[in-house]
Protein backbone atom coordinates (compact mmCIF):
# COMPACT_ATOMS: atom_id res chain seq x y z
CA UNK A 1 0.00 0.00 0.00
CA UNK A 2 2.64 2.34 -0.83
CA UNK A 3 1.03 6.15 -1.70
CA UNK A 4 3.00 8.72 -3.57
CA UNK A 5 1.68 12.23 -3.28
CA UNK A 6 2.67 15.47 -2.48
CA UNK A 7 0.25 17.65 -0.63
CA UNK A 8 -0.32 21.18 -1.27
CA UNK A 9 -2.74 21.92 1.65
CA UNK A 10 -5.60 22.49 -0.99
CA UNK A 11 -8.54 19.73 -0.71
CA UNK A 12 -7.40 18.61 2.46
CA UNK A 13 -9.82 16.24 3.78
CA UNK A 14 -12.55 17.00 6.39
CA UNK A 15 -10.81 14.78 8.51
CA UNK A 16 -7.26 16.34 8.14
CA UNK A 17 -9.30 19.64 8.57
CA UNK A 18 -10.48 19.22 11.99
CA UNK A 19 -7.27 17.54 13.00
CA UNK A 20 -5.57 20.83 11.82
CA UNK A 21 -7.47 22.63 13.69
CA UNK A 22 -6.07 21.66 17.32
CA UNK A 23 -2.57 21.98 16.02
CA UNK A 24 -2.22 24.37 13.23
CA UNK A 25 -4.64 27.27 13.82
CA UNK A 26 -4.05 29.73 11.57
CA UNK A 27 -2.59 27.55 9.22
CA UNK A 28 -3.87 28.47 5.54
CA UNK A 29 -6.64 25.68 4.82
CA UNK A 30 -7.25 24.91 8.43
CA UNK A 31 -10.55 26.72 8.95
CA UNK A 32 -13.21 23.47 9.00
CA UNK A 33 -15.22 26.19 6.96
CA UNK A 34 -12.98 25.97 3.81
CA UNK A 35 -14.27 22.50 3.03
CA UNK A 36 -15.08 19.61 2.89
CA UNK A 37 -18.56 18.43 4.33
CA UNK A 38 -17.11 20.53 7.56
CA UNK A 39 -18.14 18.62 11.04
CA UNK A 40 -19.42 15.39 9.48
CA UNK A 41 -16.32 13.08 9.32
CA UNK A 42 -15.54 11.29 12.38
CA UNK A 43 -12.85 13.07 14.61
CA UNK A 44 -10.07 10.51 13.89
CA UNK A 45 -9.75 8.00 10.83
CA UNK A 46 -9.31 5.00 13.23
CA UNK A 47 -11.58 2.94 15.19
CA UNK A 48 -10.70 1.24 18.65
CA UNK A 49 -10.44 -2.25 18.89
CA UNK A 50 -12.51 -4.42 20.86
CA UNK A 51 -11.69 -8.01 22.33
CA UNK A 52 -8.34 -7.63 21.50
CA UNK A 53 -5.87 -10.51 22.54
CA UNK A 54 -2.31 -10.26 21.82
CA UNK A 55 -0.33 -13.84 22.44
CA UNK A 56 2.98 -14.01 23.90
CA UNK A 57 3.38 -9.92 24.49
CA UNK A 58 4.73 -8.62 27.79
CA UNK A 59 3.92 -5.17 27.11
CA UNK A 60 0.55 -5.86 26.15
CA UNK A 61 -0.01 -8.05 29.50
CA UNK A 62 0.80 -4.98 31.21
CA UNK A 63 -1.29 -2.54 29.69
CA UNK A 64 -4.30 -4.69 29.78
CA UNK A 65 -3.67 -5.63 33.36
CA UNK A 66 -3.53 -1.95 34.11
CA UNK A 67 -6.22 -0.93 32.02
CA UNK A 68 -4.15 2.04 30.01
CA UNK A 69 -1.15 2.39 28.05
CA UNK A 70 1.87 4.42 28.28
CA UNK A 71 3.36 5.67 26.20
CA UNK A 72 6.84 8.27 25.36
CA UNK A 73 6.57 10.96 22.92
CA UNK A 74 8.04 14.59 22.45
CA UNK A 75 6.44 17.57 23.26
CA UNK A 76 7.91 20.20 21.70
CA UNK A 77 7.97 19.52 18.28
CA UNK A 78 5.21 21.48 15.70
CA UNK A 79 3.30 19.07 13.86
CA UNK A 80 5.04 16.19 15.07
CA UNK A 81 4.79 15.35 18.92
CA UNK A 82 3.25 18.75 20.37
CA UNK A 83 2.20 19.81 23.59
CA UNK A 84 -0.75 23.01 23.85
CA UNK A 85 1.22 24.52 26.95
CA UNK A 86 -2.11 26.05 27.91
CA UNK A 87 -5.20 23.24 27.10
CA UNK A 88 -2.39 19.96 27.57
CA UNK A 89 -3.96 18.79 24.28
CA UNK A 90 -1.09 16.54 22.60
CA UNK A 91 -1.11 17.01 18.65
CA UNK A 92 1.26 15.88 16.05
CA UNK A 93 1.63 13.01 13.58
CA UNK A 94 3.44 10.74 15.87
CA UNK A 95 0.90 11.20 18.22
CA UNK A 96 -1.59 10.14 15.96
CA UNK A 97 0.23 7.23 14.89
CA UNK A 98 0.57 6.49 19.10
CA UNK A 99 -3.14 6.90 19.29
CA UNK A 100 -3.66 4.84 16.35
CA UNK A 101 -1.21 1.64 17.54
CA UNK A 102 -3.23 2.22 21.24
CA UNK A 103 -6.55 2.18 19.31
CA UNK A 104 -5.43 -1.16 17.60
CA UNK A 105 -4.85 -2.50 20.63
CA UNK A 106 -8.22 -1.15 22.53
CA UNK A 107 -7.61 1.71 24.11
CA UNK A 108 -9.40 5.31 23.88
CA UNK A 109 -7.65 8.61 24.24
CA UNK A 110 -9.14 8.09 28.01
CA UNK A 111 -6.89 5.37 28.91
CA UNK A 112 -3.22 6.74 27.11
CA UNK A 113 -1.44 8.22 29.68
CA UNK A 114 1.56 10.36 27.45
CA UNK A 115 4.92 10.60 29.13
CA UNK A 116 7.10 13.45 27.71
CA UNK A 117 10.69 11.94 27.08
CA UNK A 118 13.82 13.66 25.50
CA UNK A 119 16.29 11.58 22.61
CA UNK A 120 18.71 10.76 24.76
CA UNK A 121 16.28 8.71 27.51
CA UNK A 122 14.25 6.70 25.43
CA UNK A 123 16.05 3.64 25.33
CA UNK A 124 16.26 3.47 29.32
CA UNK A 125 12.62 4.32 29.39
CA UNK A 126 11.64 1.35 27.31
CA UNK A 127 14.74 -0.98 28.87
CA UNK A 128 12.94 0.19 32.41
CA UNK A 129 9.11 -0.43 31.44
CA UNK A 130 8.61 3.20 32.11
CA UNK A 131 6.45 3.70 29.09
CA UNK A 132 4.74 0.63 26.82
CA UNK A 133 5.80 1.67 23.51
CA UNK A 134 7.90 5.75 22.12
CA UNK A 135 6.80 7.61 18.99
CA UNK A 136 8.84 10.78 18.79
CA UNK A 137 10.88 11.38 15.59
CA UNK A 138 12.88 7.65 16.83
CA UNK A 139 15.59 6.55 14.06
CA UNK A 140 15.72 2.86 13.44
CA UNK A 141 19.15 2.33 13.94
CA UNK A 142 21.75 -0.72 14.84
CA UNK A 143 23.03 0.54 17.94
CA UNK A 144 19.60 1.27 19.66
CA UNK A 145 18.41 -1.90 18.84
CA UNK A 146 20.80 -3.27 21.26
CA UNK A 147 18.91 -2.22 23.41
CA UNK A 148 15.56 -2.09 22.11
CA UNK A 149 13.32 -3.27 19.29
CA UNK A 150 11.48 -0.87 16.56
CA UNK A 151 8.33 -1.41 14.35
CA UNK A 152 8.05 0.27 11.40
CA UNK A 153 9.67 2.26 9.66
CA UNK A 154 6.80 4.70 9.43
CA UNK A 155 7.62 7.85 8.26
CA UNK A 156 11.49 8.21 6.41
CA UNK A 157 12.81 12.12 7.09
CA UNK A 158 16.71 13.33 6.31
CA UNK A 159 18.95 15.87 8.59
CA UNK A 160 18.37 18.93 7.58
CA UNK A 161 19.90 22.73 8.80
CA UNK A 162 18.24 25.30 10.42
CA UNK A 163 19.49 29.18 9.81
CA UNK A 164 18.26 31.84 10.18
CA UNK A 165 16.40 33.57 7.15
CA UNK A 166 18.57 36.52 6.51
CA UNK A 167 21.74 34.01 6.65
CA UNK A 168 23.17 33.34 3.54
CA UNK A 169 26.30 31.53 4.42
CA UNK A 170 25.22 28.15 5.50
CA UNK A 171 23.94 26.22 2.64
CA UNK A 172 24.77 22.48 3.62
CA UNK A 173 26.62 20.46 5.70
CA UNK A 174 30.23 21.94 4.90
CA UNK A 175 29.55 25.01 4.98
CA UNK A 176 29.61 24.52 8.84
CA UNK A 177 33.27 24.71 9.06
CA UNK A 178 33.69 27.25 11.79
CA UNK A 179 30.30 27.88 12.74
CA UNK A 180 28.24 26.78 15.58
CA UNK A 181 25.32 23.69 15.34
CA UNK A 182 23.28 23.70 17.77
CA UNK A 183 21.44 19.86 18.22
CA UNK A 184 20.07 17.07 20.77
CA UNK A 185 22.31 15.25 23.12
CA UNK A 186 21.62 11.51 22.28
CA UNK A 187 20.47 12.00 18.78
CA UNK A 188 21.72 10.84 15.24
CA UNK A 189 21.44 14.42 14.35
CA UNK A 190 24.29 15.66 16.68
CA UNK A 191 26.32 12.69 16.29
CA UNK A 192 26.21 12.74 12.58
CA UNK A 193 28.12 16.69 12.65
CA UNK A 194 30.68 15.05 15.07
CA UNK A 195 31.70 11.83 12.78
CA UNK A 196 31.19 13.65 9.53
CA UNK A 197 32.03 17.40 10.10
CA UNK A 198 34.12 17.62 12.70
CA UNK A 199 35.14 21.16 12.06
CA UNK A 200 31.73 22.57 13.08
CA UNK A 201 31.65 23.67 16.37
CA UNK A 202 28.83 21.57 18.63
CA UNK A 203 26.56 22.84 20.86
CA UNK A 204 24.05 20.20 22.99
CA UNK A 205 20.85 20.64 24.47
CA UNK A 206 18.09 18.06 25.89
CA UNK A 207 15.31 19.60 23.52
CA UNK A 208 14.83 21.41 19.81
CA UNK A 209 13.00 23.97 21.09
CA UNK A 210 16.38 25.28 23.20
CA UNK A 211 18.01 25.49 20.24
CA UNK A 212 15.51 27.45 18.36
CA UNK A 213 15.92 30.08 21.96
CA UNK A 214 19.97 29.80 21.23
CA UNK A 215 19.26 30.63 17.37
CA UNK A 216 16.74 33.21 17.82
CA UNK A 217 19.51 35.21 20.42
CA UNK A 218 22.27 34.43 18.07
CA UNK A 219 24.21 32.04 20.17
CA UNK A 220 24.53 29.66 17.64
CA UNK A 221 24.66 30.04 13.61
CA UNK A 222 22.06 26.69 12.64
CA UNK A 223 20.55 24.29 14.18
CA UNK A 224 20.28 20.42 12.75
CA UNK A 225 18.40 17.96 12.64
CA UNK A 226 15.20 15.88 10.81
CA UNK A 227 13.77 18.46 7.86
CA UNK A 228 10.08 17.22 9.61
CA UNK A 229 10.92 18.80 12.47
CA UNK A 230 12.92 21.90 11.23
CA UNK A 231 9.83 22.44 8.88
CA UNK A 232 7.37 22.93 12.00
CA UNK A 233 9.76 25.18 13.64
CA UNK A 234 9.67 27.42 10.34
CA UNK A 235 5.83 27.08 9.56
CA UNK A 236 5.54 28.66 13.25
CA UNK A 237 8.32 31.45 12.13
CA UNK A 238 8.84 31.87 8.56
CA UNK A 239 9.83 35.17 9.14
CA UNK A 240 12.91 34.50 11.18
CA UNK A 241 13.54 30.83 10.14
CA UNK A 242 14.48 28.72 6.86
CA UNK A 243 15.90 25.18 6.04
CA UNK A 244 19.06 25.19 4.27
CA UNK A 245 20.13 23.15 1.76
CA UNK A 246 19.26 19.04 1.09
CA UNK A 247 19.06 16.94 3.68
CA UNK A 248 22.10 14.77 4.14
CA UNK A 249 20.58 11.78 5.64
CA UNK A 250 17.84 9.05 5.60
CA UNK A 251 15.95 8.62 8.95
CA UNK A 252 13.70 6.33 9.15
CA UNK A 253 11.26 6.30 11.72
CA UNK A 254 10.28 3.43 14.23
CA UNK A 255 8.36 2.54 17.11
CA UNK A 256 10.68 1.96 20.18
CA UNK A 257 9.52 -1.14 22.17
CA UNK A 258 10.88 -3.68 24.65
CA UNK A 259 13.56 -5.50 23.38
CA UNK A 260 12.32 -9.35 22.57
CA UNK A 261 8.76 -8.25 22.32
CA UNK A 262 7.74 -9.69 18.73
CA UNK A 263 4.32 -10.14 19.46
CA UNK A 264 3.86 -6.29 19.66
CA UNK A 265 6.24 -5.44 17.24
CA UNK A 266 4.58 -8.05 14.28
CA UNK A 267 1.24 -6.71 15.68
CA UNK A 268 2.26 -2.53 15.20
CA UNK A 269 3.79 -3.48 11.48
CA UNK A 270 0.56 -5.32 10.29
CA UNK A 271 -1.40 -2.56 11.25
CA UNK A 272 1.15 -0.16 9.16
CA UNK A 273 1.32 -2.64 6.66
CA UNK A 274 -2.90 -2.95 6.45
CA UNK A 275 -4.10 0.32 7.80
CA UNK A 276 -5.37 1.32 4.48
CA UNK A 277 -5.88 4.73 4.37
CA UNK A 278 -5.52 5.85 7.79
CA UNK A 279 -1.55 6.55 7.08
CA UNK A 280 -2.53 9.41 4.65
CA UNK A 281 -4.95 10.77 6.53
CA UNK A 282 -3.13 11.26 9.51
CA UNK A 283 -0.03 12.76 7.42
CA UNK A 284 -2.06 15.11 6.04
CA UNK A 285 -3.51 16.06 8.97
CA UNK A 286 -0.19 16.81 10.34
CA UNK A 287 2.52 17.05 7.82
CA UNK A 288 1.61 18.22 4.67
CA UNK A 289 0.70 21.89 5.59
CA UNK A 290 4.62 22.11 6.23
CA UNK A 291 5.28 21.21 3.14
CA UNK A 292 7.17 18.13 3.98
CA UNK A 293 6.79 15.57 1.40
CA UNK A 294 6.01 11.78 2.43
CA UNK A 295 4.89 8.45 1.41
CA UNK A 296 4.42 5.65 3.59
CA UNK A 297 7.10 3.54 3.96
CA UNK A 298 6.76 -0.48 3.53
CA UNK A 299 7.67 -1.83 6.82
CA UNK A 300 11.33 -3.72 7.38
N1 LIG B 1 15.60 11.17 14.30
C1 LIG B 1 16.79 11.54 15.00
C2 LIG B 1 17.05 10.63 16.17
O1 LIG B 1 16.30 9.73 16.39
C3 LIG B 1 16.78 12.99 15.43
C4 LIG B 1 15.50 13.46 16.05
C5 LIG B 1 15.40 13.17 17.54
O2 LIG B 1 16.32 13.53 18.30
O3 LIG B 1 14.37 12.64 17.94
O4 LIG B 1 18.04 10.77 16.86
Request: net charge negative; glycine share 12%; charged share 25%.
Amino acid sequence: MRKSRIITGIGISAIALLALTACNSGAPGADPSDGGDGGTAAEQPWEVATDVTLEGSPTFDAMTERGGVVIGVKNDQPNLGFEDATTGDRSGFDVDVARWIAASLGFDEEQIEYVTIPSANREQALVNGDIDYYVGTYSITDSRKEQIDFAGPYFITGQGLLVAADNEDINGPDDLAGKVVCSVTGSTSLQRIRDEYPDAETTEFETYSACIEQLKNGQVDAITTDEAILAGYVQQDPEELKLAGEPFSEERYGVGIAKGDTALQEHINTLFTDGGDIWQAIFDANLAESGIEGEQPAVD
